[in-house]
C-alpha cells in the first residue's frame, strides 16, 4: 500500500502541469506606464481583453503583467508566465525557444516618420539614415542585418513610446514599426505630427500572423488556448472584441 | 434452343461456372474500385471544400470588407471636419491598406497603394491649400468608384471559388451514379447468365432425372440420359441406371422365389399350397356370379407298379410328361397341380361338370395314346383316372371329398375312366 501511494506520489509529481488555478499573462506594454491603451483602448487593452477572455474558457483565473517587449519571451521561455502577449510574429528561432498559440491576426512592418519628411521614402533604398526600432523585434533584427551594407543607424528603445519619441525627437530619421503597434500609438498624437512612408512590408520575418507565446512544455495549455481562440471566433467574441478597440478587422 | 445455350452446354458446367464466378468478381471488383476512387474523389473534394475553399472565401470576403472600409475611410478623410478625425481616417487607411490580407491580393494592394498615396497626398496638400479637398474630390470619386467595383469584383472571386469545387463533387457525384447504373446493368447480366448456366445444367437435368424416376419400373426399360455436364448430374443419372438394374435383378430374384413357393419341383405345376389358396378364391368368385365350376381329382393308373418296375427315376419322368400333357391340353384358365405323389387336383372355371367331363374325357383319350420315352430309351404309356364334382353350390373341400369319393369310384370300376360325382354334397 505505501509503495502503490509512492507510486501515485511521484506520477502526480511527474505529470506535466496542466491548466493550474491561474494563469500568468504577460502583456506587452506599449509606453513606459504600464496602463491600458488610449482612448479607444488600444493594442494593450486589446491583449489584456483577448486574454481574460481566453482565462474565461479555460475555467481559470488570469494574473497579468505589463511588460517590455524584450522580457516577455525570456518569461515565457522561462516558466515565469503562461501566456506572453507581446504581438510576436512566429518565426523559426523563436519557434526553438517558445511554443506558440493559433493565429489572432496578422500585421505588417512600415516606415513612420514626421509629417512632411520625403513622401516617397522607402525602406528598401534607404541609405545612410537612423532608423529606430524596438529592441529585440523582428524590425531590429532585420534593420541590424541590413545595417552595415546600407550603413543605417539603428537606434533601438524599450517600448514602442520610447522609440517613436526618438523620431519625434529628431534622434531619428524614420522608426521601423508594427503597423497595428504604431497605429495605437499614433492616434494619441497630435494630427500631422507623424506618417506613414513607404510600402507596406510582410517579408523576412517583417509580416505575417501575430501569436500568443507560451511555454514549450505546456502543450495541453496551448491547446487549450487554441480552442478558446477557435471558440470566440466562431462565436463571434473575436470580432467583437476588436470592434471595442480597433475600427476595423485585423483579420 | 438459341445458339448461345447449344454453346454453353459444350462448357463443362463447373469451367463455366468457375469463369462466370472469376469473371464476375473481377468485373464487381473493378467497378467497385471505380466507385469507391469517385467516393475518394468527392471526400477529398468535400474536405478539401471545407478545409481549403471555405477559409479562401472567408480571406475574400475579408478583403472585400477590408477594402470597402477603405473606401468608406476614404470618404470620411475628405469628409473629416477636425483635423484629428482626418488623421485618425487617413491611419485607418493606412492600416487597411498595409494588412496582409490586401497586400496578399495583387490587384487590391495595388489598388489601395494608389488610394492611400492619392489621400496622403491630398492631406498633404490641404495643409497649404484648403481648397485641395475640393480640387481632388473628382479624382477621389473616380478611385472610390473603382474601388467600390474591386470589392465587388474580390466578392465575386470568392463566390466562385466555391463553383469549381462543387462542379468537381457534382461530376463525381455524377459519374459515380453512371457507374452504380453500369454496375447494376453487370450484376443484372451476370445473373441472367448465371440463370441459363442453372437451367441448362441444373434445372433441366434436375428435370430429365424426375421424369425418369417417376416412370422407373422393372417393366420399363433403363431411362437413357444425354451426356451431361456437371459431374453431380452424371453421378445421380448413374445412380439411376444402376437403381434400374437392381430393381430388375430383384424382379427376377422374387419371381424366382414366387415360382419355389408356389409351383411343385418335380412337375412344374402349382403345388397343393397354391392350388388351394388360387381355387378358393376362383370358387368363391364363381359362387358370387353364379358361374358354373367344377372340381376333379386324378391319379395315375399302376404308378406304384411303374415305379417298381421302371425305378422312381423313370416314375419321376413319367410324372413330369404326364404334367407337360396336362399344361398342353387343358385351357389357360384352368387350374391343375399336383396333388400329392401321382395325384393331381383340378378346378375347371365357367363349365359344368359335364362340360369338365367332356374335356376330361377327351384328355384321357389323349394320355392314354401317349408315348412317354423314359431315361433309359424305353417307351411307356400311362393312364389315369379321374372323378369330378360341381362345385357351383359347396365348399371347395366338400367339392374335392366328392371329386374324390368318384375319383375312387373310377378305380373300383376298373381305372383309365372319368367318374362324375352325383348330387351337389352339402
Not at chain 1, 511554443?99 to 528598401?124: D, K, P
Not at chain 2, 376362383?282 to 407298379?305: C, N
Amino acid at each position: 500500500m505505501r509503495r502503490l501511494l509512492a507510486c501515485l506520489c511521484l506520477l502526480v509529481a511527474l505529470m506535466p502541469p496542466a491548466v493550474g488555478d491561474e494563469l500568468r499573462i504577460a502583456l506587452g506594454i506599449l509606453d513606459g506606464t504600464a496602463s491600458r491603451g488610449g482612448d479607444t483602448g488600444g493594442l494593450a487593452a486589446l491583449n489584456e481583453d483577448l486574454a481574460r477572455e481566453i482565462c474565461r474558457r479555460v475555467a481559470t483565473r488570469c494574473v497579468t503583467s505589463n511588460v517590455r517587449f524584450g522580457e516577455i519571451l525570456p518569461g515565457v521561455e522561462d516558466g515565469r508566465f503562461d501566456l506572453g502577449f507581446g504581438n510576436f510574429l512566429r518565426t523559426p528561432e523563436r519557434e526553438q525557444r517558445v511554443a506558440f498559440s493559433a493565429a489572432l491576426w496578422r500585421s505588417s512592418s512600415r516606415l513612420v516618420g514626421r509629417a512632411g519628411t520625403i513622401a516617397n521614402s522607402e525602406l528598401a533604398t534607404l541609405r545612410r539614415a537612423r532608423l529606430a526600432v524596438v529592441a529585440d523585434t523582428q524590425q531590429h533584427a532585420y534593420l541590424q542585418r541590413l545595417a552595415a551594407e546600407r550603413q543605417l543607424a539603428v537606434l533601438s528603445a524599450g517600448t514602442l513610446a520610447e522609440t517613436l519619441a526618438l523620431v519625434g525627437d529628431g534622434q531619428a530619421d524614420f522608426a521601423l514599426l508594427p503597423m497595428l503597434s504604431a497605429y495605437a500609438m499614433m492616434v494619441r498624437e497630435t494630427a500631422g505630427r507623424y506618417e506613414f512612408f513607404g510600402r507596406p512590408l510582410t517579408d523576412d520575418g517583417l509580416g505575417g500572423s501575430v501569436h500568443i507565446a507560451l511555454p514549450k512544455t505546456r502543450e495541453a495549455l496551448r491547446q487549450q488556448v487554441d480552442l478558446a481562440i477557435a471558440g470566440m471566433r466562431a462565436d463571434g467574441t473575436y470580432p467583437r472584441i476588436v470592434r471595442r478597440h480597433f475600427p476595423f478587422s485585423l483579420d | 434452343m438459341p445458339r448461345t445455350l447449344i454453346r454453353l452446354k459444350t462448357f463443362r458446367a463447373g469451367v463455366a461456372f468457375a469463369l462466370l464466378a472469376a469473371v464476375f468478381i473481377l468485373t464487381f471488383g473493378i467497378m467497385v474500385g471505380l466507385i469507391w476512387a469517385d467516393q475518394q474523389r468527392v471526400i477529398e473534394t468535400a474536405a478539401r471544400l471545407q478545409e481549403k475553399t471555405v477559409p479562401e472565401i472567408i480571406r475574400y470576403q475579408r478583403l472585400a470588407r477590408n477594402l470597402e472600409q477603405l473606401r468608406q475611410e476614404g470618404e470620411r478623410v475628405f469628409s473629416a471636419i477636425t483635423p484629428q478625425a482626418r488623421q485618425q481616417s487617413m491611419f485607418v487607411v493606412t492600416l487597411v491598406a498595409s494588412h496582409p490580407s490586401v497586400l496578399e491580393h495583387r490587384e487590391a494592394a495595388e489598388r489601395a497603394r494608389q488610394v492611400e498615396q492619392f489621400l496622403a497626398s491630398v492631406v498633404r496638400q490641404s495643409l497649404k491649400d484648403e481648397g485641395a479637398f475640393a480640387a481632388n474630390f473628382g479624382e477621389w470619386q473616380r478611385l472610390s468608384s473603382h474601388l467600390g467595383l474591386l470589392v465587388d469584383d474580390v466578392s465575386i472571386q470568392g463566390v466562385n471559388l466555391t463553383s469549381s469545387d462543387l462542379g468537381e463533387v457534382s461530376a463525381a457525384i455524377q459519374l459515380a451514379r453512371l457507374k452504380l447504373t453500369v454496375v447494376m446493368i453487370v450484376v443484372g447480366l451476370f445473373l441472367v447468365l448465371f440463370l441459363i448456366l442453372l437451367r441448362v445444367h441444373m434445372i433441366h437435368p434436375l428435370q430429365r432425372i424426375d421424369q425418369a424416376l417417376s416412370g422407373l419400373g422393372v417393366d420399363q426399360p433403363a431411362p437413357s440420359f444425354k451426356p451431361a455436364a456437371m459431374v453431380e448430374i452424371q453421378a445421380v443419372e448413374d445412380a439411376i441406371g444402376k437403381l434400374h438394374a437392381s430393381l430388375a435383378e430383384n424382379e427376377k430374384a422374387r419371381l424366382a422365389l414366387e415360382t419355389l413357393a408356389n409351383r411343385d419341383g418335380l412337375t412344374g405345376l402349382f403345388n397343393r399350397r397354391h392350388f388351394m389358396v388360387a381355387a378358393e378364391a376362383e370358387l368363391h368368385r364363381a359362387q358370387r356370379y353364379r358361374r358354373p365350376v367344377t372340381i376333379g381329382m386324378a391319379d395315375l393308373d399302376y404308378f406304384k407298379k411303374l415305379n417298381d418296375t421302371y425305378g422312381h427315376a423313370a416314375g419321376d419322368a413319367v410324372l413330369r410328361a404326364f404334367a407337360a400333357l396336362l399344361q398342353e391340353a387343358l385351357r389357360q384358365s384352368d387350374l391343375v397341380c399336383r396333388y400329392g405323389g401321382e395325384e393331381f387336383a383340378f378346378l375347371f372355371p365357367e363349365i359344368t361338370v359335364t362340360e369338365a367331363a367332356r374335356l376330361a374325357e377327351r384328355f384321357r383319350a389323349v394320355c392314354t395314346d401317349y408315348d412317354i420315352r423314359l431315361p433309359d430309351g424305353r417307351v411307356v404309356r400311362v393312364t389315369f383316372s379321374m372323378g369330378l364334382a360341381d362345385a357351383s353350390e359347396s365348399s371347395l373341400e366338400a367339392a374335392l371329398n366328392r371329386a374324390d369319393a368318384a375319383l375312387y369310384e373310377a378305380k373300383h370300376q376298373g381305372r383309365n375312366r372319368v367318374v362324375v360325382a352325383s348330387g351337389q354334397g352339402g
